[in-house]
């Protein structure tokens, strides 16, 4: 079965917003375990604007203790490699980010980055730490991760999601699939994620054997679609009563 980490960058940001501990990112990763989901997933931005270092190191205590996965995933810049040094999460996924970038939008060239991913991975593996690289679905070069020494790819989704119930559907979604086996035939695990959610997954997941998704901006915005009725409910209700 494919494994859900929840990405709790969003909830990062709305914390943030206010300046003190609410959200609590700790508990709301912990109330994602409890119903179920396997894994959560980090993005610590260079900026740190949304998951900062400290939330990485106290997502793994959650992690470790609830006997779920961490990912940690972004640029590996110096910062980046010693937190995740530090915390020797079960997975990090490397992502080509530039500082100050709104969200991934691309994978990695590996025939350009070979050198310094081979390097990178090398030192991530050798701390016992499962690493995945973020790459596009039509890059034709896709079985280089596994040259690299990688474990798994994370193929980037959004172009998938953006095409998904559009004229070119179909065309996209055979490249995902056949990127996927592709990767999967070199020996590589693969992953997916960027702009999943409700409607587009189940599609998505009759690509034989995804590992994982990492799915945060859709959760979110899903929690308060599905959450709205409830709580104007009850905001009436407590007006009602004390009006
Ligand atoms: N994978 C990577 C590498 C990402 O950068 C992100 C966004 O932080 C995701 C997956 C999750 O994407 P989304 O928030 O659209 O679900």
Not at 132 to 158: M, N, P
Not at 196 to 221: C, K, R
Not at 225 to 241: K, N, P
Request: with cysteine; charged share 25%.
């Amino acid at each position: 079965m494919t494994k859900l980490s929840v990405n709790i960058n969003k909830i990062a940001l709305l914390r943030n917003s206010r300046g003190r501990n609410y959200p609590d990112v700790r508990a709301f990763a912990a109330r994602c375990l409890e119903l179920g989901a396997h894994g959560i997933t980090l993005h610590p931005r260079q900026d740190q604007r949304h998951a900062r270092y400290s939330d990485v190191e106290a997502l793994n205590r959650l992690c470790v203790e609830r006997e779920a996965e961490l990912n940690v995933e972004g640029y590996p810049s110096a910062e980046f490699l010693d937190v995740v040094k530090r915390v020797r999460p079960v997975q990090c996924t490397l992502v080509p980010d530039e500082p100050g970038q709104l969200t991934s939008d691309h994978g990695w060239d590996l025939g350009k980055h070979a050198a310094f991913l081979r390097e990178t991975v090398k030192g991530l593996r050798n701390m016992r730490v499962r690493v995945s690289l973020f790459v596009d679905y039509d890059d034709q070069g896709i079985t280089r991760a596994k040259e690299i020494g990688a474990d798994r790819v994370e193929l980037y989704t959004e172009p998938y999601a953006a095409h998904f119930g559009s004229a070119r559907s179909d065309e996209i979604f055979e490249g995902f699939r056949s990127a996927a086996k592709r990767a999967q035939a070199a020996g590589l695990g693969v992953n997916a994620g960027h702009d999943l959610n409700l409607e587009n997954l189940g599609q998505f997941l009759t690509i034989p054997d995804i590992l994982e998704v990492s799915i945060g901006h859709a959760l979110v915005v899903e929690c308060i679609d599905h959450g709205l009725e409830t709580v104007i409910g009850r905001y009436l209700q407590i007006l009602g009563a004390t009006g």
